[in-house]
């Protein structure tokens, strides 16, 4: 038995299209006795979001098969003290709520500042996260994707609400929740997967999160070429994935 984690944006999907394959190719491999879960960045969508999308696309599965980075947020913060000042969408408020995570809008009184991808990230949102940071308070951010892939192109994604508090403060950010965080990964094999790093392949279109993320944990790194990530792109990384795939629908079990 092995464990397969799949990013979403990009690897099985480009917005509402599955990637050719990408059904096929997942059921396959749950049908044959492997363990599978989704592992997405994304933190403006909630996690039934995702079950409901991918069922749609013929791939079974369950709330319990999809990680998302605002949980990963929550089970961090989750036994800490104080409240949490947040800037990002409703599903990010959601789910951490959900998680019991008390919110606060007053910055002097928040002890973590969480960051996720805001489509109305605003002047006045930096003012209070930077107030926060001036009291005391933590940072950390749901994900560090510089851009999210679309059938149209990339569209700016959490990095850049993450540099224009950078830019404010003038210090790197404390926490990064979502890939390629130890914390995700550790989560993803031993709670969910329950198996070594190394019997876990790890597939996304990204370098610096899904294929770091592997690599610095042990797990085997599949590169698949459909999203953000091109050929020419590992020639000059000094991220390198153990496998590259045209894409998902060319990964077959280890088996």
Known sequence: MKGYIFDLD??????????????????????QGHKVVFLTNKS??????????????????????????????????????????VIGEKPLFEELTEEGIQITNNPREAYYVVIGWDHEFNYE?????????????????????????????????????????????????????????????????????????????????????DILMGNENGVNSVLVLTGITKRADVAQSEIKPTYILNSIADLKSSD
């Open 10 to 31: 990009g690897t099985v999907y480009l917005d509402d299209e599955p990637i050719d394959g990408a059904a096929k190719t997942i059921n396959e491999l749950k049908a």
């Open 44 to 85: 403006i969508a909630r996690r039934s979001d995702y079950v409901e999308k991918l069922n749609k696309m013929g791939i079974e599965c369950t709330i319990e098969d999809v990680i998302n980075s605002n949980f990963i947020t929550a089970k961090f913060l989750q036994g800490k003290p104080g409240k949490a000042l």
């Open 125 to 209: 949102k930096l003012s209070q996260a930077y107030e926060a940071y001036q009291n005391g308070a933590k940072i950390i951010a749901t994900n560090p994707d510089r851009t999210c892939p679309t059938k149209e192109g990339e569209i700016p994604d959490c990095e850049a609400m993450i540099g224009a508090i950078e830019g404010a403060t003038g210090k790197t950010i404390d926490y990064i929740a979502g890939k390629p965080s130890r914390l995700m990964m550790q989560y993803v094999t031993e709670e969910v997967l329950k198996l070594p790093p190394n019997q876990c392949y790890m597939i996304g279109d990204r370098l610096e999160t």
